[in-house]
């Protein structure tokens, strides 16, 4: 039955709800028009200094208001994050004019729903151009794809906060010319997706990427006596789920990804770290230009002659230039036994003089050296103000 007093109440939030959504298109309007000056001027896309003198007013504003400081902080983060990776985006299509194109034809593993298919409609959300979606079953088919042209770009995964690196990504970057040409952080929720309902206690068989058992495995102890049966992709569970539809099979996957074939979920927050989070690289078969204005991280690959104290040398050479080294990962060299590749995350753009010196220097260090790519760093750490801790303190 319609209660009278709560439609009334529900319509003046969606009416106010609808201008929050104006106000904030008229602020990424603004956001935007800055960053072409910031283009112009040749000014950073980031400053801090700015972010902090806004977010005391807001908090002082929203304290006056009754609001928690807390959430105007979380919303506001949210807000700077969207604001600067738009700008960045932009800065990014000016500088690589050339790149811009009216379809992106971008491969992927699995099929509608997967983690990468949610990754890549969020990266290419900020780019122009329409997005052909190609989903596949391999990395090896991905990489291939962008190779030969059937595609323009890849979106791959490389690790996850739970589980760590994703080895097969590091081996197909070893063997491909194709550069890096941007990354993007993407929250990994699991929760176990059914077609009927059900419970827990009913379900005998549970279907995953063998990468989100991992990231899963304290819930799975807990199941006990259920079997797991691997799939090529999140997707790929779900669509087996969804054929067989009966209550005692299950599926691991994102709640939103569920939806597209009809699951739902039963129980939410799988991973065992509550923070799960998976980083992608998207690689294309040209490098980008990184405008000086937005952060940017370089990927190199290398593997250091049979001495000891080799790598030591090589990461000295970061040290001693000042470079910040964000991560390092080791993976076997095919047909060499015992021997290493080393894959480096470092920050920095290439067209940087203090950059160049140090690849120049390493070059010399190693016995093989590459580029995997110059990307603009995705990674917007929130900016944060003093004064939050005293102004939330119970008084
Ligand atoms: O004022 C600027 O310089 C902006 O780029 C806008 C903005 C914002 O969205 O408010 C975004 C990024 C900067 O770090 C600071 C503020």
Not at 203 to 209: C, D, E, I, N, S
Not at 288 to 296: G, S
Not at 351 to 361: K, N, S, T, V
Request: hydrophobic share 40%.
């Amino acid at each position: 039955m319609a209660v009278q007093e709560l439609d009334t109440l529900r319509d003046q939030i969606t009416a106010l709800d609808g201008q929050l959504l104006g106000l904030l298109a008229q602020r990424q309007q603004l956001t935007n028009a800055v960053a072409e000056t910031k283009i112009k001027h040749h000014i950073p896309v980031r400053d801090q200094q700015r972010e902090e003198q806004l977010l005391v007013r807001l908090l002082k504003q929203g304290v006056e208001h009754g609001l928690d400081p807390h959430y105007i902080t979380q919303l506001y983060h949210v807000i700077i994050e969207d604001s600067v990776l738009n700008q960045q985006a932009l800065l990014a299509e000016r500088a690589n004019p050339d790149s811009s194109a009216p379809l992106n034809r971008v491969a992927f593993l699995g099929d509608k729903g997967s983690y990468s298919y949610l990754a890549t409609q969020r990266y290419f959300s900020r780019r122009p151009g329409e997005l052909l979606e190609i989903g596949c079953q391999s990395f090896a088919d991905i990489v291939h794809k962008v190779e030969s042209s059937e595609a323009d770009y890849a979106v791959l995964p490389i690790e996850n906060t739970s589980s760590g690196s994703i080895n097969e990504v590091y081996d197909q970057l070893q063997h491909t010319r194709l550069s890096i040409i941007g990354e993007l952080t993407h929250p990994i929720k699991h929760a176990l997706l059914v077609a009927v309902d059900t419970d827990i206690s009913s379900l005998k068989t549970l279907y995953a990427h063998p990468q989100v058992f991992a990231q899963c495995s304290h819930f799975l102890a807990d199941l006990g006596n259920i079997e797991v049966k691997p799939c090529d992709s999140t997707s790929a569970a779900m669509l087996k789920v969804n054929e067989l539809n009966s209550p005692h099979v299950a599926a691991i996957g994102s709640e939103a990804g569920g939806q597209l074939y009809g699951l739902k979920a039963i129980k939410s927050n799988l991973a065992n770290q509550k923070e799960n989070h998976s980083r992608f690289i998207v690689v294309a078969r040209n490098r980008v230009n990184v405008p000086l204005q937005v952060p940017a991280k370089t990927t190199l690959v290398m593997s250091t002659v049979q001495k000891p104290g080799a790598l030591v040398e090589a990461l000295l050479v970061l040290k001693n230039n000042n470079i910040n080294m964000t991560k390092l990962e080791s993976r076997p060299i095919t047909g060499n036994p015992w021997e290493e590749m080393f894959y480096l995350d470092v920050e920095g753009n290439i067209q940087d003089g203090p950059m160049q010196h140090a690849l120049e220097e390493l070059k010399a260090t190693t016995r093989y050296f590459k580029v995997l790519g110059c990307y603009p760093s995705e990674e917007v750490a929130p900016t944060k103000v003093a004064a939050v801790d005293a102004l939330s303190t119970p008084q």
